[in-house]
Structures are given as C-alpha cells and as structure tokens.
C-alpha cells in the first residue's frame, strides 16, 4: 500500500481548495438538479413538495431502461434504518456531518489531485443529502434504472457522486504507484 508524506504546506492548500471547489460543485448540481426535479418534472399535485406529498406528479419513462421517478428514502443506502421515528433524521445528519469532518481531515494532508477530486466528490455528495434531510427530512431520489421489470433502488445525483469517490479512492489505495522520491 502507498504511504504518503506529507505535503508540503502550500500543495495541502491547493488540495483543499480543489476538494472544496468539487464538493461544492456537487452540491449545486445536486440541489439544481432535485429543484429541477420537484418543481418542474415531477412536482407534488397537491400541495408544497416533499416526502408528505399525496399526489406526486407520475414517473417519466425516458427510455426502455430509465426513468424519473420520485421516491423520497427516509434512511441510508437501499433504504437502510428508514423506521419512522422522528429522531432518525438527525441520527443520519449526525453520523453524514462526522464522515464529513473525517474526510475534509483526510483531504487537508492529501497532496495528490486524483485523491483530492475523489474526496471532494464524496464530501459534495453527503452534504447534499444532509441539505435534504435538514429541508424534508428525507433525501429525495429520482433516477430509476430498470431491466426486465427489476428496478435498482432511485438514486440522485449525491448518491452517484458518492459512489463514484469512493470506488475511485478505493481503486487508488488499491492500484496507484508509489511516487519516487
């Protein structure tokens, strides 16, 4: 496994801003994206959007293999922990925001951009489902890719920017070259 120096200072505070640029774009794309989401394509049909919505607007079939849908995810990935009690979204924020401050300490002694950009998608990625969960107290999802009647759990762009980090972190922790010195 590579070990990693230390950075020098001023590479550590490119890394940082680099991370924070990609996380924050993330979020935009993210928000933009469930705004465009719960107002224009899918909009509640009975009152403001959100998981307490009693007619939401119906799924959009894109192609013969996706659609837009809405599914509001009360807990983790596939739906994980989603019990009803009213405490569980802020258990979720807790535990999103302690991640978070892990991987920004992670991020402030990266001195490689490829680590940089795949921290800051994860980063950018939990910070737009804690910004769901604050609004509605769930996340909202919309992606829903199918085959022969199975469908993957819906997703959102937060969801893949996520998965995307960290599979890319892992395949670096895994498959990167120790740098010569």
């Given at each position: 496994m590579m070990q990693d120096a230390l950075a020098p200072p001023d590479v550590r505070a490119r890394m940082l801003r680099l991370g924070g640029a990609v996380a924050l774009l993330?979020?935009?794309?993210?928000?933009?994206?469930?705004?465009?989401?719960?107002?224009?394509?899918?909009p509640c049909l009975s009152g403001p959007p959100g998981p307490w919505c009693v007619a939401q607007a119906p799924f959009i079939e894109v192609t013969g293999?996706?659609?837009?849908?809405?599914?509001?995810?009360?807990?983790?990935?596939?739906?994980?922990?989603?019990?009803?009690?009213?405490f569980m979204p802020y258990v979720l924020i807790a535990v999103a925001l302690a991640i978070t401050t892990f991987l920004?300490?992670?991020?402030?002694?990266?001195?490689?951009?490829?680590?940089?950009?795949?921290i800051g998608l994860v980063?950018?990625?939990?910070?737009?489902?804690?910004i769901d969960r604050f609004r509605?107290?769930?996340?909202?999802d919309f992606l829903d890719f199918h085959v022969a009647g199975w469908h993957w759990p819906a997703f959102n762009v937060?969801?893949?920017?996520?998965v995307v980090g960290v599979v890319l972190?892992?395949?670096d922790g895994l498959f990167a070259r120790e740098e010569p010195r």
């Amino acid at each position: 496994m590579m070990q990693d120096a230390l950075a020098p200072p001023d590479v550590r505070a490119r890394m940082l801003r680099l991370g924070g640029a990609v996380a924050l774009l993330v979020i935009a794309l993210d928000q933009l994206s469930k705004w465009w989401i719960l107002e224009r394509a899918l909009p509640c049909l009975s009152g403001p959007p959100g998981p307490w919505c009693v007619a939401q607007a119906p799924f959009i079939e894109v192609t013969g293999f996706f659609n837009l849908v809405m599914a509001w995810n009360r807990g983790v990935s596939f739906g994980l922990f989603a019990h009803e009690a009213a405490f569980m979204p802020y258990v979720l924020i807790a535990v999103a925001l302690a991640i978070t401050t892990f991987l920004v300490l992670w991020l402030r002694r990266t001195g490689r951009v490829f680590p940089a950009v795949c921290i800051g998608l994860v980063i950018g990625g939990a910070l737009g489902n804690v910004i769901d969960r604050f609004r509605f107290g769930a996340v909202a999802d919309f992606l829903d890719f199918h085959v022969a009647g199975w469908h993957w759990p819906a997703f959102n762009v937060a969801d893949s920017c996520i998965v995307v980090g960290v599979v890319l972190l892992v395949a670096d922790g895994l498959f990167a070259r120790e740098e010569p010195r």
